[in-house]
């Protein structure tokens, strides 16, 4: 129990963080036209990728070669998620941007 | 007297302030992402704050001693991204446009594989104080990993589907395991000797337990299920994040939790179908109820077919997966055209759901440079169906089948359907008398204003365009 409350305590600030950031990743894609629906999969899904960060903390400290292994792998699989996601949503969009006039 | 204030160094302060503008900038990108007319500006938005993110990293990070990332570990970081970042980047460009589902899917998979990764490293890490953040971490991120990689095989046709209860009793065991693991670990009550073998161990359970998720549940929802991982994906990055204190990390995967819950509900409701009954209900797999006698179907040739569809004054097409795997979209926007010429009115009805994924038949057909205005969504056709004199089916079934209104022990009773039925004629163009995707009699083919064309759709698209030009 005690560690629990601790664990609360030190942690408010970005537990109410947490909170708020869902409320608004909720409210940010309410109401999307189903048109949409893959493309913002896809473009949320590159945006997931952000776990490259991580990899790169771990990688960039590595001095045992498990650490390094590993760093290195969790790095490439977080930029085939960034770069690939970006890039198909990119794609996607594109194909959208072609026709001339928009919905009535 | 005052506190004094102490601040970190100049590098630590401006990462920190990178990360909440990188955070801000996945924000915007999301937002302009749902619009249709700012989505791609959204899409740049949202990679320059990752850009940034990863930059500002790779400069200014600092570890507990103060000291930044080595050159070497910097120079073979950006070696690796570079490699990736060009084959990910090659991955998404080649690919067709009708593999785009799997596409999603396996790089869902890296994600979440990358982030089970990051939490396996960080329980070696002395510094690393919360055990039950990172557990959790590598849990979701394994079950993402695994799962997306069943969802792409599933969709790639290389995955077949098991059906049994017995899994749904398997996967609430596996559950149990995972739970216990996780509490009996984070209460302190594992000894130090035995951790690295629990941790292993609750990594091997998660990777099983994300095959066995989605296992059992039929191609058709994929969709759905690829929504749902990619917002795991997301809360494992938000637990990596917790562990750092990474604005960026937090923020941006809670977005993309949240965000991708939401999207999942949407693409539920669209199929008019709780969550729960995607992941338990094994849609695909069970006997359709609706077997009744099915009736005889007519066929029609091409040319009898072309006569119709020309002296038709309007005519909707009504595309499904089927057109999308003959890679039918630019001939059929070339018979739309002839059509048109002719003075036939043609219009597309999209089903939300039509595809593989909510909006890939959007896609498909803006491909084909199919002007936008001629795609008309379900809700706004439906109405004027009885007026319209001839419904092309283009590799649609399920989505068309009346079964959905009028029989309610189908398994697709109650989700909204195109009502093709309800026009004066219908023509199908299939491939044969397969059943859909949810394996369900459609008794639309047995209807007496209900003409079959069997055979490849691009093949018959591009009869029926010789015919109409010689009219």
């Not at chain 2, 070497?72 to 690796?80: G, H, K, P, R, W």
């Not at chain 2, 089903?351 to 008309?376: C, I, T």
């Amino acid at each position: 129990m005690e560690q629990a409350l601790s664990f609360f305590w030190e942690n408010r600030e970005i537990i109410l963080i947490i909170l708020l950031s869902v409320f608004l990743g909720i409210e940010v894609i309410s109401n999307v036209p189903s048109v949409l629906h893959t493309p913002l999969m896809s473009g949320a899904n590159a945006i997931s990728g952000v776990i490259i960060v991580g990899g790169i903390i771990l990688t960039g400290y590595a001095d045992s070669a498990l650490e390094w292994i590993l760093g290195i792998l969790a790095v490439l699989m977080g930029t085939l998620n960034v770069a690939g996601g970006f890039v198909v949503t990119d794609r996607m969009l594109e194909m959208f941007k072609k026709r001339k006039k928009k919905t009535k | 007297m005052l506190p004094i204030l102490i601040l970190p160094s100049t590098e630590v302060v401006v990462l920190e302030f990178s990360y909440m503008l990188a955070a801000l900038f996945f924000v915007v990108g999301l937002r302009f992402l749902s619009h249709p007319d700012t989505a791609r500006k959204g899409n740049l938005w949202a990679a320059a704050g990752m850009l940034l993110a990863i930059a500002a990293t790779l400069l200014l990070y600092r570890d507990g001693a103060g000291a930044g990332i080595p050159l070497l570990n910097a120079l073979v970081i950006l070696i690796t991204i570079a490699f990736a970042g060009a084959a990910g980047a090659i991955i998404a460009r080649k690919v067709k446009m009708t593999a785009m589902p799997q596409l999603v899917s396996f790089f869902n998979a890296t994600g979440g594989g990358a982030s089970a990764l990051v939490a396996l490293m960080e329980f070696s890490n002395p510094g690393n104080e919360s055990t039950l953040v990172t557990m959790i971490g590598l849990v979701i991120g394994s079950i993402a990993f695994s799962g997306s990689l069943i969802a792409y095989g599933k969709l790639d046709g290389k995955v077949g589907d098991i059906f049994s209860p017995f899994m749904t009793y398997l996967n609430i065991l596996m559950l149990a395991v995972i739970i216990f693991m996780v509490v009996f670990v984070s209460t302190g009550m594992a000894s130090p000797e035995i951790m690295p073998y629990l941790i292993y161990a609750l990594l091997a359970v998660s990777l099983l337990h994300g095959y066995t998720i989605v296992m059992p549940i039929g191609g058709a929802d994929m969709p759905v299920v690829i929504s749902l991982l990619n917002s795991f994906t997301g809360i494992a990055a938000a637990m990596a994040g917790f562990i750092y204190n990474n604005q960026a990390m937090i923020l941006g995967g809670i977005f993309v939790g949240a965000a991708g819950t939401i999207l999942t509900l949407l693409m539920c409701r669209a199929m008019n179908r709780s969550l729960f009954n995607v992941l338990i209900g094994s849609f695909g797999g069970q006997k359709a109820g609706a077997d009744r006698e099915a009736g005889t179907i007519k066929e029609v040739n091409a040319s009898d077919a072309a006569i119709l569809i020309s002296y038709s004054k309007k005519v909707v097409i009504i595309p499904g997966y089927g057109l999308a795997v003959a890679h039918a979209q630019h001939i059929c926007s070339e018979l739309e055209e002839l059509l048109e010429e002719k003075g036939v009115d043609v219009k597309y009805a999209i089903h939300p759901v039509a595809g593989r994924m909510p909006g890939h038949m959007n896609v498909l057909l803006a491909e084909a440079e199919v002007s936008y205005d001629k795609l008309v969504e379900m809700d706004e056709i439906n109405p004027d169906m009885p007026n319209v004199d001839v419904v092309l089916v283009i590799g649609a079934n399920d989505v068309v089948n009346p079964a959905a209104i009028d029989d309610p022990s189908s398994p697709i009773y109650g989700m909204p359907i195109i009502k093709a039925h309800e026009a004066k004629n219908v023509i199908v163009l299939k491939r044969g008398m397969g059943k859909g995707y949810a394996a369900i009699e459609n008794h639309l083919f047995y209807q007496d204003h209900t003409r079959m064309l069997f055979g490849n759709a691009k093949d018959t698209l591009q009869k029926l365009v010789m015919e109409a030009k010689n009219l």
